[in-house]
């Protein structure tokens, strides 16, 4: 059974780069498309942006110039930095897999980690 | 960017109840079009993909329709465990964009 868990610090300073990483059990993380989702306290889920295995990768635009990912093959890991964060980068940070079923009709977020708060502050 | 609006935001209603949840796409998405149930301090799970597309284990009171820009999501008899937030999201194209929300609570 594949499961998926977020690390990192739960606080980052303002201006400063915000970092997770993701590791995933039970599984391989090749084949497969590897998400970030967040959610503002109290608030609605934004999609980040995905990487697949062989690096190739998609962010939402309004976070592209200041969001970096990665994935490492061998620690089943892949990673996510925010750089220059502010305020309104505080919230809970998901990471998830990405399934599709190749012709763009199945296009899902199927299994997803528990979440980790980070608070940017001064 | 595709906006999705769901709606109500925020619903009552009681165990047994049949209720249904709105999301409308501010562009055509075909049925590219998932449901998310979240609990408190809990992560999204899948519930419906490709608009009624009931995923494994998902009980059967669930279902989902709908195609274009107009989607529903019907609980037909509420359980003490389907309270929770549902969120739809499309999948049409990138950057991938969810509703808002929709509280279900206990009347």
């Known amino acids: 059974q594949e499961q998926l868990q977020e690390s990192g610090p739960g606080l980052v300073k303002t201006s400063e780069t915000l970092s997770l990483t993701c590791t995933l059990s039970g599984g391989s993380i090749r084949n497969h498309y590897w998400g970030w989702i967040r959610q503002p306290p109290g608030k609605g889920l934004e999609w980040i942006g995905y990487i697949y295995h062989s690096g190739y990768s998609r962010s939402n635009p309004p976070l592209k110039s200041r969001v970096a990912m990665s994935l490492d093959t061998s620690k089943s890991q892949f990673s996510l930095k925010v750089t220059s964060v502010t305020a309104a980068d505080t919230a809970v940070y998901y990471c998830?897999?990405?399934?599709?079923?190749?012709?763009?009709?199945?296009?899902?977020?199927?299994?997803w980690g528990q979440g980790t708060l980070v608070t940017v502050s001064s | 960017d595709i906006q999705m609006t769901q709606s109500p935001s925020s619903l009552s209603a009681s165990v047994g109840d049949r209720v249904t949840i709105t999301c409308r796409a501010s562009q055509s998405i075909n049925n590219y079009l998932n449901w998310y149930q979240q609990k408190p301090g809990k992560a999204p799970k899948l519930v419906i993909s490709?608009?009624?597309s009931l995923q494994s284990g998902v009980p059967s009171r669930f279902s989902g329709s709908g195609s274009g820009t107009h989607f529903t999501l019907t609980i037909s008899s509420l359980q003490p465990e389907d309270f929770a937030t549902y969120y739809c999201?499309?999948?049409?194209?990138?950057?991938?964009?969810f509703g808002q929300g929709t509280k279900l609570d206990v009347k």
């Open positions: 490709v608009a009624s």
């Open positions: 999201q499309q999948s049409h194209s990138t950057p991938y964009t």
């Open positions: 998830a897999r990405r399934s599709t079923d190749g012709y763009g009709d199945y296009d899902v977020f199927d299994i």
